[in-house]
């Protein structure tokens, strides 16, 4: 890996010009010490009637002239209406099938409540060829899984996230 002028990590050999997106991953210890993760669901029609396998972290697309942390920030705000801050916990980038490379970040959350959630909207043609253009929220609802439940619920391109979030939070601190 090599870090990029704008803060993210590019695996060697990725080509500069394709698509990245960058996002954060929420976490809290519950008292029982389990671990859960806070994962939204996108909105619109095609993912209405879809659950398992359909969660994501909350993540966007940036271009050159934007850090890494910052477009996850940002997205992670316009999608959900929360501001969280750091410290950030970088996650290993992962490569979807299109090619699309994500950078994340894990961040403990405690205060999000899904309950508050504002996303921002699209624009849709809906239905198809209708000719009639609906507007649609970016993602429709968030909640808070535990592991087992959010290894079920998140798209199987993001799982790694998971399990490295996991490793990492059980590693012993230094001493």
Not at 9 to 22: E, L, M, N, T
Not at 70 to 82: C, N, S
Not at 112 to 121: E, T
């Amino acid at each position: 890996m090599t870090r990029d002028a704008h803060g993210g990590d590019i695996p060697a050999g990725a080509a500069v010009g394709r698509r990245r997106s960058a996002g954060l991953l929420p976490y809290r210890q519950r008292v029982e010490g389990r671990l859960e993760v806070l994962l939204v669901h996108p909105g619109g029609p095609f993912w209405a009637r879809r659950d398992e396998g359909a969660w994501s972290i909350a993540k966007g697309e940036y271009g050159p002239e934007e850090a890494a942390l910052q477009a996850a920030q940002r997205e992670f705000f316009e999608e959900t209406g929360w501001s969280v801050s750091g410290p950030f916990m970088p996650l290993t980038p992962l490569r979807q099938r299109s090619g699309k490379w994500i950078s994340a970040w894990a961040v403990a959350a405690e205060g999000l409540d899904p309950a508050s959630l504002r996303s921002n909207s699209f624009r849709l043609e809906w239905p198809p060829r209708s000719g009639v253009q609906r507007e649609f929220p970016e993602v429709d609802r968030a909640a808070w899984f535990e592991l087992p439940e959010a290894q079920r619920r998140l798209i199987a391109g993001q799982r790694g996230l998971l399990v490295e979030l996991a490793a990492r939070l059980a590693e012993p601190g230094p001493a």
